[in-house]
């Protein structure tokens, strides 16, 4: 067991227990739905683009780029999944195999460093700050964005090894979450004013659903020590249950909220006299 060091607990529960065939499928399928949703996304950002007047399509493009990424990452990721596990005909269930990669989140969080400033920015160019400046917003979201990632990044590697690294980075990201929270909430409550009412209500929606979906990847990251430290979620249930939270997620805040704002741009343009061709 010492072999696996650094690795992330999927690996321990592949060597120890192993996999269930129920397990192995969820997890197959769930990385698979999650690309799926991607590319049906960058279909619908790119269709969607002239509904909205020319100042607020950068939203859709942006939408478009997190679309190509997180494609490309779950693309991956589910090759990462399917060829770290090989079935074991005796046993009937799937095992780290002898010479396979091993499992990795950490392809996850390089995207998000990409994915994070993006989904950040695009709501800047629907909504218009009456008090703050811009480029500070800009920069406090880039500072902030990039630094929960890094840190989480590195606490992950952690999350077997040396629980107390795990949780010191895992609490210095979160700082910077709070930080990001804080400054995404201000943008909203600034972006709501004067706009039509239907627009604030949208924008209403996009905070609680940025809120409540940004909050369950640190509950991914928590996972195998969630209900307890090594407790009832270190086994299988863990496993999928982590790859379930973040493609929940990932869907929400990523394609939710991309279909939101396009909404809250779509409204906008309206109001401005834009007419759809
Ligand atoms: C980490 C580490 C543990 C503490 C916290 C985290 C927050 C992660 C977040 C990620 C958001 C990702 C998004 C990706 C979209 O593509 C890094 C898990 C607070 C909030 C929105």
Known sequence: MEKLVNANFENYIGTTQGYSEMAYQMVSHILTLGYAVMLAGLLYFVLTLKTVSPKYRMSNILSGVVMV???????AQAGN???AFVFDADSGRYFLGRDSDLFNNGYRYLNWLIDVPMLLFQILFVVTLTKSDFTSVRNQFWFSGALMIITGYIGQF??????????VWGGISTVFFVHVLYVMRKVIAEGKENIPPRAQKILGQIWVLFLVSWMLYPGAYLMPHL?????????ESGVV?????YTVADVCSKVIYGVLLGQVATIMSKAEGYAVE
């Open 69 to 75: 990424s997180a494609f490309l990452l779950l693309y």
């Open 241 to 245: 249950g982590r790859q379930m939270t």
């Open 81 to 83: 999944w399917a060829d």
């Open 227 to 235: 209900l307890g430290v090594e407790g009832a979620l270190y086994n």
């Open 158 to 167: 952690y999350e077997v090894s040396n629980l107390t690294k795990f949780f």
